[in-house]
């Protein structure tokens, strides 16, 4: 790619131009030039055009290149400047070089003319860098020198021994001095009031190299203690020793004095403001809240971090905060604000208060107008208005009997019921004494002694009696009476609630009779049971002991067909036997007469591995298998032993019941949760879905009426639930049709 050159060309031959020109181009330079030959073009060329280079023939009829030369040097260009000459001599080639021309080059060697252009045009870009960078150093310069001579703050060089090597006119006016010279006479280690503070100054120095917000005091030229903040810079040699120190400084000597001032006030306002019961806040123009009192932020619910710096409209609710602003800085710059209001507002949680409110503007001088509001809380009051009015309306809309007595007993007070019940109006009676109106005689002396004993305790008392109307009625009363204290605590009064039970209690007799009555039939209905358990076990255990006298009597001459009677009569009677005991137990639990007697039982041996051994035989009447299986060390439980025994019973015996083929499984082990966990799982027909959800219920069976294929009560499983609930204990069914069945019982 060629490299475009703008050429000013200074010659009067052309030919001599396009030769330099295709030396250009063979150097892969692409030429803009413009060809002079005369003071007057060259001076045009000079001002209208830029040029990266000039390259100048050394004499000319009309022009020469020195005298070009001096013409680019009086218009102050930095340009590259290259004579080019078919007969100069060395020593005119050297004076050249000397007046500014930077080569010289001989017309019939112009191979050297690329190479010098790239020389010279690199040359020339350097020194124009250089020189920027010295222009740009000197405004820099320029601009320090003005900032350091015009800055408000004290700035100054001073040497470790505190001689000013430099310093403004700030700093001189700090101390006091008219000019930089007077201060620069003395020594900044001089002007310490306490010299302990520049020795401490030079030692975060040293061991910091920067210190910051440095405070100490100095003293002026005339005397006068002046307190200054310091900022100062550590200057090292190569050794690590401090030699200087640049910094600058500022006299707070005005803001400490109106600090102690302000300190002062603020002292005796912070009393008032921490101590006062009343929530403070203070508010600038723009309505952000400056200052809280403690008492602000517990009737605000926020913290004072939450509340200090943020708008004022903060604490309210959020619909109202652009309302709020507006009328904050409204009332300040109109000077208006309301002194005194009353008012409910809501807060930014949603509660509700009811403030009572005193603002005024508080001028302090030489500080912003604050606005200062001091909030009471008046909600507990206002809760309390509305709350009696709530009370007295409550009160004489109640159904029930209200009224107040003072301590002697006489009537201050009856609502409106009162009149209702008792036929008394309230101008009635007001001033007379309680017993003497509504007395009837159904309380003793004793009665009266027990009731005000208990309101001397300050105690509520309740109690029924019979009380008189005006029309001489007596009616069933339920009283509920306490006493009215004042501030002190002291009994200045009593009050009383009473209702009408005459009602109730009629109700009350007649469910007393019903109870006796249902108590009375349930008792006959127990004793009835008993008597009929006992009048069909007595011919039973008859039949059951002469059949198996007989049988074993006869039992070597007894053919199938006899032995096959004989085991009907005895399964038949045990079946007998089995219902009536079904149905006893059902009984004593539906009347709740079950007294548990609980002991440690062993699970296993004491009643499982019994039950097993006793159903074997009706399993294998039926060609079933009846096993057991236990993978536990220690079955002992808490229990009470006959409701256990009723549950495995009951379950091996159903599983016996019904199960025509296969067998009978009993697995006893710990669950996840370590409890004892016993199931009985059977191969017989199972159950179907729906009836699941009713297994539990008494006298079900899934199949019903005389055509059934099972016998029974349907009171065993029923039994079986209501022994796990009163042995702690959990069961669960799981149930297919003709798939079997398996009962779980965990005991907790």
């Not at 709530?390 to 107040?404: E, G, R």
């Not at 539990?696 to 609930?725: H, M, W």
Request: aromatic share 8%; glycine share 4%.
């Amino acid at each position: 790619m060629k490299i475009p050159l703008r050429v000013l060309i200074i010659e009067d031959s052309e030919d001599d131009k396009d030769l330099i020109l295709l030396q250009l181009k063979r150097g892969g330079y692409e030429p803009e030039y413009r060809r002079v030959e005369t003071n007057e073009a060259l001076i045009n060329a000079l001002e209208t055009q830029t040029w990266d280079i000039i390259l100048s023939d050394f004499v000319m009829p009309n022009f020469d290149g020195l005298s070009a030369l001096d013409i680019v040097k009086s218009k102050d260009i930095d340009i590259p400047f290259i004579l080019i000459s078919g007969t100069i001599g060395e020593s005119v080639a050297v004076n050249a070089m000397r007046l500014g021309a930077h080569d010289y080059l001989m017309k019939d060697n112009l191979n050297r003319l690329n190479p010098a252009i790239e020389r010279e045009l690199k040359e020339y870009k350097i020194r124009r860098q250089r020189k920027q960078a010295i222009d740009d150093l000197t405004q820099s310069e320029l601009r320090y020198k003005q900032l350091f001579d015009n800055d408000l703050t004290g700035d100054f060089i001073v040497s470790v021994d505190g001689t000013f090597l430099l310093c403004n006119k700030a700093m001189a006016k700090i101390f006091g001095f008219n000019s930089i010279d007077e201060i620069m006479n003395c020594k900044i280690s001089q002007l310490y009031k306490n010299y302990n503070d520049r020795i401490k100054l030079l030692d975060l120095v040293r061991k910091n190299k920067i210190v910051e917000n440095y405070e100490t005091e100095y003293l002026r030229f005339d005397g006068k203690v002046i307190s200054v903040i310091e900022n100062i810079i550590g200057n090292f040699d190569e050794n690590g020793e401090l030699v200087t120190l640049t910094g600058y400084m500022f006299d707070i000597t005005e803001r400490k004095s109106a600090e102690k001032s302000l300190f002062e006030s603020e002292k005796k306002f912070r009393a008032v403001w921490e101590k006062s019961t009343d929530g403070m806040r203070l508010t600038n123009e723009e309505g952000t809240i400056i200052m809280v009192n403690a008492s602000f932020c517990k009737l605000i619910e926020k913290d004072e971090q939450e509340i200090v710096g943020k708008p004022m409209s903060c604490i309210y609710e959020k619909s109202r905060h652009d309302d709020v602003l507006t009328k904050h800085k409204l009332r300040f710059r109109t000077r208006t604000i309301p002194e005194y209001i009353e008012r409910e507002i809501v807060i930014w949680n949603g509660k509700k208060l009811f403030l009572e409110l005193s603002n005024s503007f508080l001028e302090i001088e030489n500080h912003p107008t604050l606005s200062l509001s001091v909030f009471r809380n008046n909600t507990d009051r206002k809760k309390a208005d509305e709350q009696l009015q709530k009370l007295n309306l409550a009160i004489n809309n109640s159904k029930d009997v209200v009224f107040m007595t003072d301590i002697e007993g006489i009537f201050t007070y009856t609502n409106s019921e009162f009149t209702n019940l008792y036929g008394y109006t309230s101008e009635e009676i007001v001033g007379k004494t309680t017993p003497r109106i509504l007395k009837s005689g159904s309380l003793t002396k004793k009665d009266y002694e027990k009731l005000w004993s208990v309101l001397l305790r300050k105690e509520n008392y309740t109690l029924e009696l019979v009380n008189k109307c005006k029309n001489g009625s007596l009616i069933d009363i339920e009283s509920s009476t306490d006493v009215i204290l004042d501030s002190k605590g002291k009994i200045i009064g009593f009050l009383a609630i009473q209702s009408d039970i005459t009602e109730r209690k009629k109700s009350e007799l007649e469910l007393i009779l019903a109870k006796e009555k249902a108590e009375e039939s349930e008792k006959l209905k127990s004793e009835f049971l008993a008597q009929i358990s006992h009048e069909i076990r007595t011919p039973l255990n008859i039949i059951i002991n002469n059949s198996s006298f007989l049988k074993e009597e006869l039992i070597e001459t007894l053919d199938e067909d006899y032995k096959y009677c004989f085991n009907s009569v005895d399964i038949a009677s045990k079946r007998i036997i089995r219902t009536v005991d079904l149905i006893l137990n059902m009984s004593e639990i539906q009347t709740g007469s079950i007294k548990l007697w609980e002991s440690e039982v062993d699970l296993q041996s004491q009643i499982i591995l019994p039950l097993i051994t006793e159903h074997s035989i009706l399993a294998k009447n039926k060609n079933i298998s009846l096993n057991f299986e236990s993978n536990v060390s220690n079955s002992k439980l808490i229990c009470d032993e006959y409701c256990v025994t009723q549950i495995v019973a009951n379950l091996i015996d159903n599983a016996i019941k019904y199960t025509a083929e296969g067998g009978v499984l009993v697995t006893l082990f710990m669950n996840k949760e370590n409890k004892l966990t016993l199931e009985v799982t059977d191969s017989g027909q199972g159950m179907s879905e729906e009836f699941l959800q009713r297994v539990f219920n008494p006298f079900t069976q899934e199949e019903q009426g005389y055509s059934r294929k099972f016998d029974g009560t349907g009171l065993g499983l029923a039994i079986v639930k209501k022994y796990c609930e009163l042995s702690n204990a959990q069961i669960l069914v799981e149930s297919k049709k003709d798939f079997g069945s398996k009962f779980s019982v965990t005991f907790n």
